[in-house]
């Protein structure tokens, strides 16, 4: 008597077979049965529901592509798991090496020890005019400026946030820089 493994292995193998043949239906099935474990099982490791998708949705691409020259000898389902916890180990040793970095990146001081006396003062000078500034503009304009440059929102975001339109947050940043130009003309030279 067969076992259900041994069945399941062997309609994965005859699936694959037909995968590296080309068979579109064959590859779209295999996809189906696995999809959703395989997600379930990368946000295992990343707690990230998003992430994990796109790890298997690019094991997949990956499979497809690479098909012919897949070498697969017993299981698929244990190649796809592998695949997936492996590229899911390489997204998080990705994560920590760009915390490390940004860690790094925040910890470093700015070298100002350049500037001169007379350069600190100009410095100490125009961040006041620019403080004074940007509390004369009007509220809406202030505080639109602010989450754009300050904050790094985009303007849909802004938009979106406050209840304008995309053009009315435009043409405030838009105000606000010509007035900052203006203003600090002197410090732009």
Excluded at 76 to 84: E, G, W
Excluded at 130 to 141: G, I, K, V
Aim: proline letters at 2%; glycine letters at 2%.
């Amino acid at each position: 008597m067969i076992n259900s493994k041994r069945i399941n292995m062997l309609n994965d193998l005859l699936l694959l077979n037909k995968i590296k043949n080309g068979d579109v239906q064959a590859f779209e099935k295999l996809f189906r049965s696995y999809y959703k474990p395989l997600c379930y099982y990368a946000d295992s490791f990343l707690n990230d529901m998003d992430s994990a998708e796109e790890i298997v949705q690019n094991i997949f691409y990956m499979f497809w592509k690479d098909r012919a020259d897949l070498q697969i000898k017993l299981s698929v389902k244990s190649y796809l798991f592998q695949a997936v916890q492996n590229k899911s180990f390489s997204y998080l040793k990705h994560l920590q090496v760009m915390d490390v970095y940004r860690e790094k990146v925040t910890l470093e001081e700015p070298e100002i020890s350049n500037f001169s006396p007379a350069d600190d003062l100009e410095y100490k000078e125009l961040e006041s005019k620019f403080t004074s500034l940007l509390q004369r503009l009007p509220e809406r304009q202030r505080r639109i400026f602010c989450m754009n440059r300050f904050g790094g929102k985009k303007y849909s975001e802004i938009a979106r946030e406050l209840s304008v339109s995309v053009k009315t947050v435009e043409a405030d940043i838009s105000k606000v820089l010509v007035i900052l130009r203006k203003e600090l003309k002197h410090y732009n030279q």
